[in-house]
C-alpha cells in the first residue's frame, strides 16, 4: 500500500480539477480525499498500490481540460488504510 500527499498549483480552481481526480481515482480504486485550498491550489492524498497512486499523480500533472498545470509538488508519506475516496472541505 503507499501513499502520496499532492499539491498541485497553476489554474487548478474553478476547472473541475477536484471532480477529475475523484473520478480517476475511483476508477482506479484509490483511496484518499482531494480539496481546494484557500491559496488558489488543490491539496490531495491519495493510497492504494503502486501503479494506481502513481497514475493519479500523473493525472494531477496534466489535469483535466480547462486547467493549467504549472507544478506538482509530491510527498511519499506512511499509508493509513484509508478507504474510499471524497471531497474534502
Do not use: I, K
Not at 503507499?2 to 475511483?26: D, L, P
Not at 481540460?65 to 510527498?75: C, F, L, T, Y
Amino acid at each position: 500500500m503507499e501513499r502520496r500527499h499532492v499539491f498541485v498549483y497553476g489554474r487548478v480552481q474553478g476547472v473541475g480539477f477536484r471532480f477529475g481526480v475523484e473520478r480517476a481515482a475511483n476508477t482506479r480504486r484509490v483511496a484518499g480525499w482531494v480539496r481546494n485550498r484557500p491559496d488558489g491550489t488543490v491539496e490531495a492524498v491519495f493510497e492504494g498500490e503502486l501503479a494506481d497512486v502513481e497514475a493519479l499523480v500523473e493525472f494531477c500533472r496534466r489535469g483535466p481540460r480547462g486547467a493549467e498545470v504549472e507544478r506538482v509538488d509530491v510527498e511519499p508519506e506512511s499509508a493509513e488504510g484509508l478507504a474510499g475516496f471524497h471531497l474534502a472541505g
